[in-house]
Each structure stands twice: as structure tokens, then as C-alpha cells.
Nanobody, 115 residues
Framework: QVQLVESGGGLVQPGGSLRLSCAAS????????MGWYRQAPGKQRELVAR???????NYADSLRGRFTISRDNAKNTVYLQMNSLRPEDTAVYFC?????????WGQGTQVTVSS
């Protein structure tokens, strides 16, 4: 079992920045990939970024250069730094962790980009 707790969402003006955190606990050694998805109202959930246990990182093409995923192994925490935010980045952001057998999801954190 893996538990995920997200934090860091909120309201930000266009052009601003936010950093999301995802603290993981449980069977950490079983995790192969951690990352972030987002879901905007009326849209499907889409991949934002993911980090594999070997260090490989993938980003959604449209977000590369503005968003950065990182991790702190000592804290079992994955971060998503979001810069130059746009209104279209408004969504619920979900942290996930994948093992060989299943995918675990956090509860989601709302990010709203608006003036």
C-alpha cells in the first residue's frame, strides 16, 4: 500500500508560480514511477510530468519548459514547480504512484490561475 498527500495548490495570477508537493508513505520500495496528472473541468485527466525510479523524466510536450518535476528521496516527496502559469493551467492536480500491480492516487489539489 502507498499513501499520497498533496499540498500547495491555490489561487495565483497569470504569470505567477506555484509549487505542489506530494508526500508518499507506505511501501516506498515498490514504487516504479511517481508523477502528476491534471484534470480541468469538462476535460479528461492528462499527464503533466512523471519521474521513473531510474531518474528518467517525462513531460507533456505543451508544458515542458514551464513545469519541473523533482523529488526529495529523504522526505519521500515529489514536487511540481509550475512557472509562468496561464488560465488554461487551471485544474485539479493529482499526484500518482505506480507499482508493478496498481496505481495509487492522491486526493487532488486545486490550482486556479486567474486575475
Amino acid at each position: 500500500q502507498v499513501q499520497l498527500v498533496e499540498s500547495g495548490g491555490g489561487l495565483v495570477q497569470p504569470g505567477g508560480s506555484l509549487r505542489l508537493s506530494c508526500a508518499a508513505s507506505g511501501s516506498m520500495s515498490s514504487i516504479s514511477t511517481m508523477g502528476w496528472y491534471r484534470q480541468a473541468p469538462g476535460k479528461q485527466r492528462e499527464l503533466v510530468a512523471r519521474m521513473h525510479s531510474g531518474g528518467q523524466i517525462n513531460y507533456a510536450d505543451s508544458l515542458r519548459g514551464r513545469f519541473t518535476i523533482s523529488r526529495d528521496n529523504a522526505k519521500n516527496t515529489v514536487y511540481l514547480q509550475m512557472n509562468s502559469l496561464r488560465p488554461e493551467d487551471t485544474a485539479v492536480y493529482f499526484c500518482y504512484a505506480a507499482t508493478a500491480n496498481r496505481v495509487y492516487w492522491g486526493q487532488g489539489t486545486q490550482v486556479t490561475v486567474s486575475s
